[in-house]
Every structure is written in structure tokens, then in C-alpha cells.
């Protein structure tokens, strides 16, 4: 990651403290980022949001989810995220799924020797009113489960050509979040 890069997650980072309702907590969860510790101030940020039961806008869950996925914290805190009550106008136009759910493929997915050709594409999080969903791309192990780190994000709806982000790629989970938000023309 670069310096710039981790500059701008640090802002996003300071706003999803922000939403922590006493100021202890929020110093608290600031003070993870600025010692290094981003997974515990994920795993503490989250329960205190669960904690206080005020909810939250789509738009900060989704970043909550991607400053997860980016500290390789998705599959701890995923559950606890996707079920954060909801506040705001802009309730419901995104959605973060829960782990688990159906693995799927935009028609005509293909992409010709790339390596996420064969990647199993589960649903992460949808944009209700183009229903454009951001998909984690897992290789399939050998003993059937799926791997624990997706390889990469794709990015595909109704008339929208699919758009891969391969994980290796800085700031692909947040480019791939950036897709999904900037390509609705209907919300």
C-alpha cells in the first residue's frame, strides 16, 4: 500500500471512528490505527457500533466492509458488519451481504486466461437500485471450500460489462467499491 493510499484510508478510517457515539471510544479506535493495530480497532470498532445500537448509513457499512476486507478481517467481522442497523436516506441502496450466500456468475463472464477466469464469485455487496453487485472472486481449493482471501473483486449488473479488480492490485477492494458507487445512474 502505498503512502498515499494508506493517507486516505486513515481519513475514512477517522470517519468510521466518528460514528462511535462516546468520545473515549472513538479516541480509542483512532489510537489502533496510529499504533498499528487496524485489526484490533476493526474488531473494536465494530462491537462498540453493535454495542451502542445506533445505526449506521449503507455508505459507512460498505466502507467498513472494504477497511475489513483490506486488513483481512472480512471473514471475523463480516457477520456483525452486514447486520449493523441502518439509518439515513440512502437506506437500502447499498447493501452488504452476509457470508454465505450463493455463489454466482454475470452471464457471459469470461475472461480468457486471466486468472480469475475461474474464480467462484460471491455476492459481497449490491446496489439495490441498478442491482450491481461487487462479487469477492475465491479460487476453489482442492478439498472443495473456498479460499480464505479472495483473489480479487469483480464488479457486474444488468448492462454493465463485468469489471475485474485483481487483489494484487493496490486499493483494489476499494476501487472495485468506487465502480460499484460511481456507475449508479439510478440512485
Do not use: K, N
Not at 478510517?13 to 479506535?29: N, T
Not at 437506506?91 to 452471464?107: H, I, M, S, W
Not at 480464505?148 to 476501487?175: C, H
Amino acid at each position: 500500500m502505498s503512502a498515499r493510499e494508506y493517507a486516505a484510508e486513515a481519513v475514512v478510517w477517522s470517519r468510521l471512528a466518528g460514528l462511535l457515539s462516546e468520545a473515549g471510544d472513538r479516541e480509542e479506535v483512532r489510537a489502533c490505527w496510529d499504533i498499528g493495530e487496524q485489526e484490533v480497532g476493526l474488531e473494536l470498532l465494530v462491537d462498540r457500533l453493535l454495542g451502542q445500537g445506533a445505526g449506521i448509513e449503507e455508505s459507512a457499512r460498505a466502507e467498513l466492509a472494504v477497511m475489513a476486507e483490506q486488513w483481512g478481517e472480512w471473514e471475523w467481522l463480516g457477520a456483525r458488519i452486514a447486520v449493523l442497523p441502518h439509518v439515513g436516506e440512502e437506506a437500502g441502496r447499498l447493501r452488504v451481504l452476509q457470508d454465505g450466500a450463493e455463489e454466482t456468475r454475470p452471464a457471459g463472464f469470461v475472461l480468457p486466461e486471466h486468472p480469475l477466469a475461474r474464480a467462484v464469485l460471491v455476492p459481497w455487496i449490491v446496489c439495490a437500485p441498478c442491482e450491481r453487485v461487487l462479487a469477492r472472486a475465491h479460487r476453489r481449493e482442492e478439498w472443495g471450500s473456498l479460499s480464505f482471501l479472495a483473489e480479487g473483486y469483480v464488479v457486474f449488473g444488468p448492462g454493465f460489462a463485468p469489471v475485474v479488480f485483481p487483489r494484487e492490485e493496490p486499493g483494489a477492494a476499494w476501487d472495485a467499491l468506487a465502480a460499484l458507487r460511481d456507475g449508479c445512474d439510478r440512485g
